[in-house]
């Protein structure tokens, strides 16, 4: 990534100035084009008014889209509406604990822009297909959207020969430091080297080592664990909710025993550590029946909608207010940003919030018919990727096709083939492996 760095505002952005010009840095010097808006309000703009934001409507969040199970069940989150609600979420939750409000905000809504059509099924498909030229994981292509894909802006190339290069969307280093859940390179987990989870890829070090300029070496800024919380809030109690609706969640059911421990079994080692006590995740979920407005029933009725609802908004305010409770009480009113606080979120609070997604993963995901969708959608991709590498560059978006011509090597043309597969929805990732193979 080329180009010139330099500050676009002279104005404080943020409450009462807390973020300083290092913080509202852009890659690419540009003017403000309105007077009055800070670069975090322009930032939240670029995300929302983007492409690839609109595509995670046609994206897997846990039931596919389109998909129903039952008469009255309601329309099912996509990967947008889940970003959309992160985001009102993220929003609140920062704003209360001294972040600029539309920098969260920004973060929470390109949190999961470079997912690839599928959920995370998809992802494992991608990365079993670019193992040798990187692997991939969705949050360092959200990355490398924001800052390479995205069509915004274009900085004239360094090389002689070169044209304007995109910059992406161009947005403040803050904003792309906040969207960041893993500050690292592949193979570099601070705690686990193993770890699949990693949050840039080696061609976009450029970029990051830019946006990572004075961080503490991979350490999360406070708001980038304000939007992980609250992601974390977000998918756990609307996916239980989705469950519900869809009728693969008894309320009932929950109080066995047994089916206890087929929830537990889902939660240690993915959504908690392993070693847990399962104990403690029995005690969450009792405390999580014990509230007056837990719902013990669903018959999709409109007093079942609305009962099912207001559970809903008590789940997240109580996630949300006893992470900002226990950072309130550690680091003092305020206000947080960047990297002077930590989020503190309660261990009962994350057992509570690991309990819900486990209940989504154990009646949802687990389901028969789920595990023949996702083995088909793994072969889908692959075949897919398969076809157009045998036709590249013929098949491919003008834009990828520009990027495949102009790759250095192998490894990088088919990275820009793994970028073409990322942007596609789950309808268009069918439709072209149909029309290129002859298989539906």
Known sequence: M??????????????????????TERWAAEPDKRPGRTAFQRDRARVLHSSALRRLAG???????????????????????????????????????????????????????????????????????ARDCGGFEGNAQSLRLLTRIEPKRFVESEEETGGPVSVGLNLTRAALDAATKYPWPRGAHPVEPGSLKFGVYEDDLPVFDWVRRGAPASRTCFEAQVMDWSDDVAYSVHDFEDGLHAGHVDPAALSS???????????????????????????????????????????????????????????????????????????GTGPHTRYAAELVVPRAARHECAVLKAVADRYVMQRAEQEALRADQRIVLAELAEAITARAPEGLDPQFRALFDAAPDDQARKRVIVDQIASLTDAVARSLHAGLTGRP
């Open 59 to 129: 994206k897997t969040q846990v039931v596919t889209p389109g998909s129903r199970s039952r008469q009255w069940d309601a329309s099912p989150r996509t990967r947008l509406t889940h970003s959309l609600e992160c985001a009102q979420v993220g929003r609140e939750l920062g704003a209360a604990l001294g972040c600029d409000p539309d920098l969260v905000e920004a973060a929470c809504l390109s949190h999961d822009m470079g997912h690839p059509p599928f959920g995370h099924n998809g992802e494992q498909a991608l990365n079993d297909f």
């Open 2 to 23: 080329a180009g010139t760095t330099g500050i676009t505002t002279s104005h404080p952005s943020g409450p009462a100035g807390a973020y300083d010009d290092s913080a």
């Open 257 to 331: 025993e047994s089916e206890r421990q087929g929830i537990w079994a889902a939660a240690i080692g993915r959504y908690v550590p392993r070693g847990t006590d399962p104990q403690e995740l029995s005690a969450a979920l009792d405390r999580l029946m014990g509230q007056e407005w837990w719902p013990h029933g669903y018959d999709g009725s409109a007093v079942a909608q609305g009962r099912l609802k207001d559970a809903t908004s008590q789940l997240i305010g109580r996630f949300c207010l006893a992470a900002e409770t226990a950072t309130r009480q550690a680091y």
